[in-house]
């Protein structure tokens, strides 16, 4: 008896000791200022790829001709959507990334579902208050503090009482109201 439950003990500790070394999967990746977890603003396709171990598709869009993408990940049920720009397709950085479900928390604390008093709480005079083109609904702007970070955001939409999608990118980008258009 003391024989299995040393055998039992010492499986359960090994699989505890595993786990804590593997990496964190892209749905605990917390949301700062200049892009998701390891997956930060400036990196290409392949830069991404490599450090989630995922691959991305394309996706299908005549705006890939106007130096503007946007990628998924392949197989995966990931809530993140990637939009790169630039000159060539196989030059194309990221440039913004789409979140849409609560899955992601800023390094503050906050996610998709959480009240506008809350968010406001959180962030307090860094947030820029404006509406949506389209829904006329309160969209929040963060503002970065440090001036190394200037070229950055994060918006959180609203639905006038809690955050319905939060994107991260950098400026000009992160303003277009429909993405590549």
């Known amino acids: 008896m003391i024989k299995r439950i040393l055998i039992i003990s ?3 500790y090994a699989q505890i000791s595993f786990a804590q070394d593997l990496p964190l999967t892209i749905e605990k990746y917390k949301i700062h200022i200049r892009g998701v977890g390891k997956i930060l603003i ?3 396709v392949v830069d991404i790829e490599k450090v989630t171990g995922q691959k ?7 705006l890939v001709e106007q130096n503007c993408a946007f990628y998924y990940f392949k197989n995966s049920i990931s ?5 790169f720009t ?3 397709k196989n030059n194309m950085k990221l440039a913004r990334i789409y979140l849409y479900k609560p899955e992601n928390e800023t390094i503050s ?3 998709i579902g959480d009240s506008i008093t809350k968010l406001k709480s959180i962030y307090k005079e860094k947030l820029e208050e404006t509406r949506g083109h389209y829904t006329n609904y309160l969209e929040y702007t963060y503002k970065p503090v440090d001036k190394s970070d200037k070229n950055y955001g994060i918006i959180f939409e609203t ?4 955050i319905t999608s939060i994107s991260v990118g950098r400026y000009p ?3 277009l109201v429909e993405g590549c258009l």
């Open 109 to 111: 604390g906050i996610k």
């Open 173 to 175: 980008e992160l303003n």
């Open 86 to 88: 630039g000159s060539a």
């Open 79 to 83: 809530n993140l959507g990637f939009m």
């Open 56 to 62: 991305l598709k394309l996706e299908e869009d005549p």
């Open 159 to 162: 639905n006038n009482q809690n």
């Open 42 to 44: 400036g990196m290409s």
């Open 10 to 12: 010492t499986v359960f």
